[in-house]
Each structure stands twice: as structure tokens, then as C-alpha cells.
């Protein structure tokens, strides 16, 4: 059975940084791409970050550009979104997908 399970959310202010991380089990992923979404209240999940399967190729969500960084260790089945300067818009339930899984999802709050 697959899981991705987040981790690494949280309450921080404008400005600050936080590392979201996303381990898979019950099966490899070293061999596809993997991304994060994020879904603000009352809004559609919108995308984020992706990364190709050997993270040599990063793609990011306008909104994000500069600010967060997607990377992965295929030795962990683990994928990272390091984000750095954050406001308020970026509050959201962030989740990891692979293929057509899901997290279960990791809430960061940023408080202005």
C-alpha cells in the first residue's frame, strides 16, 4: 500500500522559512517526477514545485518563484520544498504528490 506522508509544517511569521518533507513507502518512486500543492481556504489546489525523477529539472508555481526550492533523495524516497521568505499568501495545506498520490496534507500558517 502506498502512503506519502508530509511533514515539517507549522505557525511561522512573514519572512520566515520552513522545510516541508514527504517520505513515500510501500513502493519506489526514484523514477518519476514528484510535486507539491498547496490549498488555501476556500480556494482549488493549485500547484506549487515539481521535480523530474533525478532532480536535475524543477519547475515552480509563479507565485513561488525565487522563494522556494524543490529536492528530492531517491535513496529516502523523499522530496523536499524548503521555503524561505513567506507571507501570509502562502498559508495553506500543502501536499505531496506522486503520480496520482496524495498526502494526507501539512498545514503552514504564516502570520503577518
Known amino acids: 500500500q502506498v502512503q506519502l506522508v508530509e511533514s515539517g509544517g507549522g505557525l511561522v511569521q512573514a519572512g520566515g522559512s520552513l522545510r516541508l518533507s514527504c517520505t513515500a513507502s510501500?513502493?519506489?518512486?526514484?523514477?518519476?517526477?514528484m510535486g507539491w500543492f498547496r490549498q488555501a481556504p476556500g480556494k482549488e489546489r493549485e500547484f506549487v514545485a515539481a521535480i523530474n525523477w533525478s532532480g536535475g529539472s524543477t519547475s515552480y508555481a509563479d507565485s513561488v518563484k525565487g522563494r522556494f526550492t524543490i529536492s528530492r533523495d531517491n535513496a529516502k524516497n523523499t522530496v523536499y520544498l524548503q521555503m524561505n521568505s513567506l507571507n501570509p499568501e502562502d498559508t495553506a495545506v500543502y501536499y505531496c504528490?506522486?503520480?496520482?498520490?496524495w498526502g494526507q496534507g501539512t498545514q503552514v500558517t504564516v502570520s503577518s
Open positions: 504528490n506522486v503520480k496520482t498520490f
Open positions: 510501500g513502493r519506489t518512486f526514484n523514477n518519476v517526477a
